[in-house]
């Protein structure tokens, strides 16, 4: 999947657009109720992935449970998260490395583990603020 073939699937799945906050290579896709990000796309150098290879990757990053890290992180163009977390997020390849059904249901895993609205807290009183 290409950077572009990204976009249209995220638009037509989530109904999202991508928003540019920094410059016209990155962007992020966010719950429009709470805000969160559920994904974070770039482009960086083959070496920061630590990729021994010249030119610049597209990536995206996704959140993902914990307890399925292992389990992607062993696929073809998969890899820890990229300047996030990499407890919680993992980076995919936008190089055609990744297979398509796999990028999909990371961004259907990350967009349910981000659509949570915060609760609201209640002082030591218990009446909510």
Do not use: Q
């Not at 990053?61 to 996030?84: E, F, N, Q, T, W």
């Not at 993992?90 to 967009?111: H, K, P, Q, W």
């Amino acid at each position: 999947m290409t950077k572009e073939e990204l976009i249209r699937y995220v638009a037509e799945r989530f109904s999202t657009d991508p928003e540019y906050p920094w410059d016209d290579e990155s962007f992020i896709f966010r719950h429009s109720a709470n805000r969160k990000w559920f994904a974070v796309a770039m482009r960086v150098p083959y070496t920061r992935l630590g990729i021994e290879r010249e030119g610049l990757a597209d990536i995206v990053d996704v959140k993902c449970s914990p307890l399925l890290m292992g389990a992607y992180r062993g696929l073809p163009g998969i890899l820890p998260g990229y300047h996030m977390n990499k407890e919680h997020w993992l980076t995919i390849r936008l190089d055609g490395s990744a297979e398509e059904g796999v990028i999909r249901e990371l961004f259907e895993l990350s967009f349910d583990l981000t659509n949570r609205t915060p609760k609201r807290r209640r002082p030591p009183g218990g009446e909510k603020i």
